[in-house]
């Protein structure tokens, strides 16, 4: 293991954050069991003072086939994988495009889009050095309880890669902010939108310094400039506690905190 100075200003798809040491695991290190573990930093909000910060190095960015398994290491770029997938025409993964992040981060998140998530399509994962079938690892709507390091996963091959979903799904994604953000800032509470919330209580385009709600997609806290963690936690409690007063709604927060 070694240390790499990260700028989270940089880094972090938010753009929010400063330069702060996080250490670097590689393929034979024993994992820690007292620091925080960063993807792709694409779902994150990170504080002046965040928990001491690790990330796994390029040793697991990996993708390997064997018979019908894909085995993927959890620091590979959903991006990569899609790529992986399309080259060897394999169906599932086309959801991940334009779902930043590494397949680590999709797994602790059961990202998805739509009715299309990780889950729906993984067979194990191997958690601190053991693996666990898909089915007993607890799961839900954006978020699994992983209780612990994700080090690779594994999916059975399934063929035919579908380029009119995949156009289907990046369609979708059109009409999304082009601003810095974490994608949505809250889950939906069930049976509406977090979105149509943050509309209601006139937040919609609502800005604090130069973090803002977004004007496009309500549920987009985006960076217009040199947003700050201050600015973002400001907005995020605000729309909490509107939409608690005056809708009776109490939202969850997608993104992570650090
Ligand atoms: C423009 C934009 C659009 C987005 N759209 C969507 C969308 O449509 N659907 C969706 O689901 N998400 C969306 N997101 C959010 C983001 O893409 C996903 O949450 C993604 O899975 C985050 O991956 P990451 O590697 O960046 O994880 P990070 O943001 O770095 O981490 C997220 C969480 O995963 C944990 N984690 C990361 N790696 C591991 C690991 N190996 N083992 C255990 N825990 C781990 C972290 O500790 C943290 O709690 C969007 C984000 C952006 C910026």
Redesign the pocket.
């Known amino acids: 293991m070694f240390f790499k100075t990260i700028d989270f200003s940089k880094y972090s798809?938010m753009k929010v954050g400063q330069s702060t040491e996080v250490l670097m695991i590689e393929k034979e290190d024993e994992l820690p069991t007292d620091r925080?573990?960063?993807?792709?930093?694409?779902?994150?909000l990170v504080s002046p003072t965040p928990p001491p910060l690790m990330m796994?190095s390029k040793d697991f960015a990996t993708i390997t086939q064997e018979n019908n398994i894909l085995t993927i290491g959890?620091a590979m770029p959903t991006g990569r994988i899609v790529s992986y997938a399309k080259k060897h025409d394999i169906s599932g993964f086309e959801f991940c495009s334009?779902?930043?992040?590494?397949l680590?981060?999709?797994?602790?998140?059961n990202?998805?889009?739509k009715e299309y998530e990780i889950f729906n399509i993984l067979h194990s994962i191997k958690i601190d050095g053991k693996w666990i079938l898909s089915d007993n690892i607890e799961h839900g709507y954006?978020f699994a309880n992983?209780n612990?390091?994700?080090?690779h996963a594994r999916f059975e091959i399934k063929n035919g890669f579908s380029q009119t979903l995949l156009d289907h799904l990046l369609n979708l994604r059109s009409n999304?902010p082009h601003n810095p953000?974490?994608?949505?800032a809250f889950k939906n509470p069930e049976g509406d939108y977090a979105g149509r919330l943050i509309e209601l209580v006139g937040l919609k385009g609502y800005r604090k310094g130069d973090m803002q709600w977004s004007d496009v997609h309500a549920n987009f806290l985006v960076n217009v400039g040199k947003g700050t963690f201050e600015d973002a936690k400001y907005l995020i409690d605000l729309a909490k506690e509107k939409i608690l007063t005056e809708c009776n709604v109490t939202l969850k927060e997608e993104i992570?905190l650090l």
């Open positions: 798809s925080y573990l960063v993807g792709g930093a694409n779902n994150l796994l959890a334009k779902l930043p992040g590494t680590g981060g999709m797994l602790a998140m990202a998805g889009v954006r992983l612990g390091i994700a080090t999304q953000s974490a994608g949505s992570k």
